[in-house]
T-cell receptor, first 115, second 113 residues
Framework: KAGVTQTPRYLIKTRGQQVTLSCSPI?????VSWYQQTPGQGLQFLFE???????NKGNFPGRFSGRQFSNSRSEMNVSTLELGDSALYLC???FGAGQTNYGYTFGSGTRLTVV | DQQVKQNSPSLSVQEGRISILNCDYT??????FLWYKKYPAEGPTFLIS???IKDKNEDGRFTVFLNKSAKHLSLHIVPSQPGDSAVYFC????????????WGLGTSLAVNP
């Protein structure tokens, strides 16, 4: 079956703009989590959506938001982009909420560069 | 403040030998620990996990050891193979935090033929 698909793979944006990233989970998976990966901070949890509801949230400012659709696809949005938002954004899907081991599958990520 | 620390950014090992990757944590509430492996241009993939009620979990060539009193866990790979060359991430979570994963910065393992 198809894996977790993240689009686009690469993105360049200007400071102050907003961006929307997309994540299509594995078929049948209902949970989608988002992470930001930077060299200095590593992988940091952004939020988790399960059945269209935000179930868990990390410590990021309100400029970072997300949503999940009825088909479990998820989008995350970053408004008023800052240079420090440049990172690899990863999403992971799983069948159940809060599941992080077997079956927790990551996509290849979207590389966002803010200039 | 890193709650999960992987103090060795990189490790180089000869093929066939043992690789030992270390991870320390500061939050005594963590009760579940995981190791992920990441190849370039791919997302992390789950490798092995351990609950705080155990001190060892084994899966083929991979064994994770947990020392709760020292707040330390390690991943042993025996024997190491060139295909094991990747970045290894340690992560931890606790039920009280809704199983939110806290990640280390990773250790890059190079297994030389």
């Amino acid at each position: 079956k198809a894996g977790v698909t993240q689009t686009p793979r690469y993105l360049i944006k200007t400071r102050g703009q907003q961006v929307t990233l997309s994540c299509s989970p594995i078929s049948g998976h209902r949970s989608v989590s988002w992470y930001q990966q930077t060299p200095g901070q590593g992988l940091q949890f952004l939020f988790e959506y399960f059945s269209e509801t935000q179930r868990n949230k990390g410590n990021f400012p309100g400029r970072f938001s997300g949503r999940q659709f009825s088909n479990s696809r998820s989008e995350m949005n970053v408004s008023t982009l800052e240079l420090g938002d440049s990172a690899l954004y990863l999403c992971a899907s799983s069948f159940g909420a809060g599941q992080t081991n077997y079956g927790y599958t990551f996509g290849s990520g979207t590389r966002l560069t803010v200039v | 403040d890193q709650q999960v620390k992987q103090n060795s950014p990189s490790l180089s090992v000869q093929e066939g030998r043992i690789s030992i990757l270390n991870c320390d944590y500061t939050n005594s509430m963590f009760d579940y620990f995981l190791w992920y492996k990441k190849y370039p241009a791919e997302g992390p993939t789950f490798l092995i996990s351990i609950s705080s009620i155990k001190d060892k979990n084994e899966d083929g060539r991979f064994t994770v050891f947990l020392n709760k009193s020292a707040k330390h866990l390690s991943l042993h790979i025996v024997p190491s193979q060139p295909g094991d060359s990747a970045v290894y991430f340690c992560a931890a979570s606790n039920a009280g935090n809704n199983r939110k994963l806290i990640w280390g910065l990773g250790t890059s393992l190079a297994v030389n033929p």
